[in-house]
């Protein structure tokens, strides 16, 4: 099966700085997702982004399907940007994503 | 408001019993699925569904059954057979989208 990598795996970062999170897959993807998932277990959608660029007010999110990675990117962090930072691919059969084993982002105020 | 429904949040069990966690969604998904994420882990695929009275195992679902008799539920069963239960439980529909319930935490005593 498809397999995930993300890094780094752990991030410790102050208020307001800019932080950049990487996703590699090892085969053609049909669908990438970018979650985040908050301190009480809550796994939130951030981007649908199989690829191209997207935004969403601090958040962007770039894929680049034919070199195999995705970036995800928090500028000017603030503390409830902490939490841990999944990516999650789909190869195109009927058995669901598969996760990265996520980044933990810290932002210290 | 649409979205998924898990219950219980939190649930203890003695060790030999069987336990179901519900999931319920109102969002007209035909797909369903169960999750399983332990400390520090991503999330594992335990079973998934694509049409009703139809069910196919993730892979991690030794120890575990489900049903799915109607459109809006998908229940998972954590059975006896399981050898190390306790860990936070995912359930997520969605075709290219997935979107999660808030989770149950299983503890095994």
């Known amino acids: 099966g498809i397999q995930v990598e993300q890094s780094p795996p752990d991030l410790i970062l102050q208020e307001g700085a800019n932080s950049t999170l990487r996703c590699n897959f090892s085969d053609s993807v049909n669908n990438l997702q970018w979650f985040h998932q908050n301190p009480w277990g809550q796994l939130i959608n951030l981007f649908y982004?199989?690829?191209g660029t997207k935004q969403n007010g601090r958040l962007s999110a770039t894929t680049v399907a034919t070199e195999r990675y995705s970036l995800l990117y928090i500028s000017s962090s603030q503390t409830t940007d902490s939490g841990v930072y999944f990516c999650a691919v789909w190869g195109g059969g009927a058995d669901g994503l598969t996760f990265g084993k996520g980044t933990h982002l810290i932002i210290q105020p | 408001d649409g979205g998924i429904t898990q219950s219980p949040k939190y649930l203890f069990r003695k060790e030999g019993q069987n336990v179901t966690l519900s999931c319920e969604q109102n969002?007209?998904?035909?797909?369903m699925y169960w999750y399983r994420q332990d400390p520090g882990q991503g999330l594992r695929l335990i079973y998934y569904s694509q049409i009703v009275n139809d069910f196919q195992k993730g892979d991690i679902a030794e120890g575990y059954s489900v049903s799915r008799e109607k459109k809006e539920s998908f229940p998972l069963t954590v059975t006896s057979a399981q050898k190390n239960p306790t860990a936070f439980y995912l359930c997520g529909s969605g075709a290219n989208v997935l979107t999660f319930g808030a989770g149950s935490r299983l503890t095994v005593l």
């Open positions: 969002l007209n998904h035909d797909a």
């Open positions: 982004i199989p690829s």
